[in-house]
């Protein structure tokens, strides 16, 4: 596609629900990334897919937050039993296989997830 | 801990002001140093830089290097009203994935 695309675009859910957010990365893009921003805050890491390697999920908060891409493309990201701490924008990020120091990421829009 | 500070947090100037915008580092293994400008939800890449004293420049906006000292600034000229923004500095390092360490960010208002 012309960029990276996530969806829904905004989410509103109870607490103690699950909720699933997804990406679409730019097409041919190898690596995707998940962040989290929440309000007044820089970006925080949270996922990172390259290719058909094993994530690096370093960022995780809680094992509450999962993720998976399936087929090297699509990207879900899952929060079980939400919590309120959890509202944020969740940011997805796609970079292409690079050639020597080519880091750029391009962002998707974004999901604002609040959790009352 | 990789650790990225911005500053100033916020800054209000008017219309053909000068702004300059300060990033410092802390990082393991330092790759390169990248600057984006959100609006509202996507930041959306300004800059990359690798190298010391070599200043990337792009309309108004220009950026530089220090790997010495250990910190970037990004300049912006001649402001315009759409240059309000929240302006990011994120650090890739060797670390596996070229994962991003993000700063705080700077909030700057341009009034016309």
């Known amino acids: 596609g012309a960029g990276v695309s996530q969806s829904p675009s905004n989410k509103v859910t109870e607490k103690g629900k699950d909720v699933e957010l997804r990406c679409d990365p730019i097409?041919?893009?190898?690596?995707l990334y998940w962040y989290r921003q929440s309000l007044g805050q820089g970006l925080e890491f949270l996922i990172y897919?390259?290719?058909?390697?094993?994530?690096?999920k370093s960022g995780l908060p809680s094992d509450r937050f999962s993720a998976e891409r399936t087929g090297g493309s699509v990207s879900t990201l899952t929060i079980q039993r939400t919590q309120q701490e959890d509202s944020a924008v969740y940011l997805c990020a796609s970079s292409g296989p690079g050639t020597g120091d080519s880091y750029e990421q391009y962002f998707g829009p974004g999901t604002r997830l609040t959790v009352t | 801990e990789d650790k990225v500070v911005q500053s100033p947090l916020s800054l209000v100037v008017h219309e053909g002001d000068t702004v300059t915008l300060n990033c410092s580092y802390e990082v393991t293994n330092f790759r390169s140093l990248l600057w984006y400008k959100q609006e509202k939800k996507a930041p959306t890449f300004l800059f990359m830089l690798?190298?010391?004293?070599i200043e990337k420049k792009s309309g108004r906006l220009s950026s530089i290097l220090d790997k010495k000292e250990l910190f970037s600034i990004l300049n912006i000229t001649a402001t315009q009203t759409g240059d309000s923004a929240v302006y990011l500095c994120a650090v890739a390092t060797k670390a596996a994935g070229n994962k991003l360490t993000f700063g705080g960010g700077t909030r700057v208002l341009v009034k016309p």
């Open positions: 690798t190298s010391s004293g």
């Open positions: 897919f390259q290719g058909n390697s094993a994530p690096d």
């Open positions: 097409s041919g893009h190898t690596a």
